[in-house]
C-alpha cells in the first residue's frame, strides 16, 4: 500500500533528514527524562530534579544549554582533528542504525533487503569512534577505556549476530518489515490471535541479545570502559562541553534505537496481529498503521529501554576479566545452541 | 569455570529498586525538597556560634585553641569603679572586636568548650550563607544576635552539681 502523495527527490531527502532526527532525538531525550532522572530518582528513593518546569521536566534543555556554554577544552598534545571527530562518529553510527528501523507499513527511512545485515554491520561503527576518542586524547585512562570499549563491544558484537542469526532464520528473511509481517501474520500452533511474536519462539535469542545490547551500551553491569571508580570517565575524560553532549546524546539515542531495533526482532514490531483485523499480508495492511505504527514501536521501545535502565540501576559493574569470560564463555554458547536448535525445528516443522 | 548460579540472588536485587520505585510513587521520597521544605535540626546541632559578650574576658582562650585561627580578639583594659566606697578602681577587659571567620571555621567547637567564662554558645541556626565570601565574617554584634537562637541548656542529670551553661 503506497502512500498517495508524491513528493520530488529532494522533498523526500528532506523528509528522511527530519525524521531521522526526530527518531534519534525524541527517543533520546524521552529516556534521559524518564528513566535516567525519574526512575533513577524514583529507584533511590529521592524525586530527581523537580525545579525547571513541571517536575524538572525542561531540566534537559537546562542541561544541553549548560554543556554548550562550557568551554570546550582540548589537550594540548591531543591529536585534535581525530579528537574533534571521534563523537561525530559515535553519534553517525546511531543514525545510520535508525535509518532501517520500520515504524509502519510505509513508515520507513530505506527499507534494504538485507537490513538486519546492515544494522548489525553499522552498528559497531560506534567501536571505531570510541577507540580513536581514547587514543587521540592523549590520555591514559582514556586510551584504557578505548581498548576496554573496544573489546568490550566486539566480544558482544558476536554474541549478537548470533543471537538475531535465529530469528533470521525463522523468519527466513533479512528484511527489517517482512520479519515484522512474519510475526503478525503467523501464527502458534494454529492459533493466530496473537500472531508469533519471535521473543515467544526465541526467548534465548532474546535474552541473549538483550544482554548484548546491555553490554553494547556500555551501561552497568557493563561499564568497564567508563568505570568512574577506576578511569575516571575512560574515552570521555578529555571530552567537555558540547563534544561531550554529543556522547551523552549518543549513548542514549542508541539505547533506543536498539530497543527499537529489539523490539522489530522479537516483539512484532509496529504490527499488531494481522488476524484482529482480517488481514493476511503486508498488502491489507491499512494505511493507519502509519500513524498508529510509530506509537506502538515507541511503546515497546520505552518497556524495553526500561528493562535496560532497570538492569543498569540495580546491578554493581562487572570486572574486566569477568566481563570478557562471560560473552565467550557464556553467550556465544548458548547463541551458537540457540542457532542449532532453531535451525533443526525449522526444518522439522 | 566459576561461575555458580546467580539467578535468585539477581533477581532479587531487581526486586529491590523496583520496590524502591514503588514505594517512592505511593509514600513519597525519603529526601527533602529543601528550599520549599525544610527540616527542623537537631537542637544541639552545630550550626553557628553565638557570643555572650558580657561573659567574655578576652582571655584569647579560643583564639589560641582555634585549630583554623577563625577568631579574631582585640580588646583594652579600662579602670572601672570600685565595687565599694573607698575601693581601689577595678581594672576590666573591654572587648573591641570579636570576629568568627566562618568561611575558615570548620565547626569543630573546640572554642566552646575552652571558654572558662560561659561566653560561647553552639545554635542550631544554619542558613547564614553570602554571595560574598567576606560577608562571612561575623562580627561581635552579629554574633551576639545569634544568642537569641541559642536553645535552653537541656535538664541536668539527678545528682549532677549546677556548673551546666547558661
Known amino acids: ?349 | 569455570m566459576g561461575l555458580k548460579p546467580k539467578v535468585p540472588g539477581l533477581v532479587k536485587g531487581l526486586g529491590v529498586t523496583f520496590n524502591t520505585m514503588m514505594n517512592t510513587f505511593k509514600d513519597g521520597a525519603n529526601t527533602v525538597q529543601y528550599p520549599h521544605e525544610k527540616e527542623a535540626p537537631p537542637v544541639r546541632a552545630r550550626g553557628v556560634i553565638a557570643l555572650r559578650e558580657d561573659n567574655c574576658t578576652s582571655c584569647m582562650l579560643c583564639a589560641r585553641s582555634c585549630p583554623d585561627w577563625c577568631i579574631y580578639i582585640e580588646g583594652h583594659k579600662e579602670l572601672a569603679p570600685p565595687r565599694r566606697a573607698g575601693g581601689a578602681p577595678r581594672k576590666v577587659n573591654k572587648l573591641d572586636r570579636f570576629d568568627i571567620d566562618y568561611a575558615l571555621c570548620m565547626y569543630c567547637g573546640i572554642c566552646v568548650e575552652v571558654c572558662p567564662f560561659d561566653a560561647l554558645f553552639w545554635s542550631p541556626e544554619y542558613e547564614y550563607s553570602e554571595p560574598k565570601i567576606a560577608d562571612l565574617l561575623h562580627d561581635k554584634t552579629k554574633l551576639g544576635e545569634w544568642m537569641e537562637t541559642v536553645p535552653e541548656a537541656p535538664e541536668l542529670e539527678v545528682g549532677a552539681d549546677k556548673k551546666g551553661k547558661k
Open chain 1, 1 to 349: 500500500m503506497m502512500i498517495a502523495l508524491t513528493f520530488p527527490y529532494w522533498a523526500q531527502s528532506l523528509l528522511r533528514v527530519l525524521g531521522g532526527l526526530v527518531a534519534v532525538l525524541l527517543p533520546a531525550g524521552t529516556i534521559v527524562y524518564v528513566f535516567l532522572f525519574k526512575m533513577m530518582s524514583f529507584m533511590q528513593s529521592r524525586l530527581g530534579p523537580m525545579e525547571a518546569g513541571p517536575y524538572g521536566s525542561m531540566q534537559l534543555f537546562a542541561e544541553v544549554g549548560k554543556w554548550l556554554q562550557k568551554e570546550d577544552i582540548m589537550p594540548e598534545r591531543a591529536d585534535h582533528s581525530i579528537f574533534r571527530i571521534a563523537p561525530l562518529i559515535v553519534l553517525a553510527s546511531t543514525f545510520l542504525l535508525v535509518a532501517v528501523v520500520p515504524f509502519g507499513p510505509d513508515a520507513w527511512f530505506t527499507n534494504f533487503e538485507t537490513g538486519v545485515f546492515y544494522a548489525l554491520a553499522v552498528s559497531s561503527i560506534s567501536v571505531l569512534g570510541i577507540l580513536i576518542a581514547g587514543w587521540s586524547s592523549a590520555n591514559k585512562y582514556s586510551l584504557l577505556g578505548g581498548l576496554r570499549a573496544a573489546g568490550q563491544l566486539i566480544a558482544y558484537e558476536l554474541p549478537m549476530v548470533l543471537a538475531v542469526v535465529g530469528v533470521v532464520i525463522q523468519a527466513g528473511t533479512m528484511n527489517m518489515q517482512q520479519i515484522v509481517v512474519a510475526q503478525n501474520a503467523g501464527e502458534i500452533f494454529g492459533w493466530n490471535g496473537l500472531g508469533n511474536p519471535y521473543i515467544l519462539t526465541q526467548f534465548i535469542g532474546f535474552a541473549v541479545f538483550m544482554v548484548a545490547v546491555q553490554a553494547e551500551l556500555t551501561q552497568a553491569p557493563f561499564d568497564m570502559p567508563i568505570a568512574e571508580s577506576e578511569l575516571v570517565s575512560g574515552y570521555m575524560t578529555e571530552y567537555s562541553g558540547f563534544r561531550f553532549l554529543i556522547f551523552f546524546i549518543a549513548e542514549f539515542a542508541t539505547a533506543g534505537v536498539f530497543a527499537l531495533i529489539a523490539s522489530v526482532l522479537f516483539l512484532g514490531g509496529w504490527g499488531v496481529p494481522f488476524s484482529w483485523f482480517g488481514w493476511h499480508g503486508m498488502g491489507d495492511v491499512s494505511n493507519w498503521m502509519n500513524i498508529v505504527g510509530p506509537l506502538i514501536m515507541f511503546t515497546k521501545m520505552m518497556g524495553l529501554v526500561f528493562l535496560i535502565m532497570w538492569i543498569r540501576f540495580s546491578y554493581p559493574r562487572f570486572r574486566e576479566d569477568q566481563l570478557q569470560r562471560f560473552a565467550w564463555k557464556v553467550l556465544i554458547p548458548v547463541s551458537l545452541v540457540n542457532i542449532m536448535l532453531t535451525a533443526v525445528l525449522k526444518v522439522v516443522f
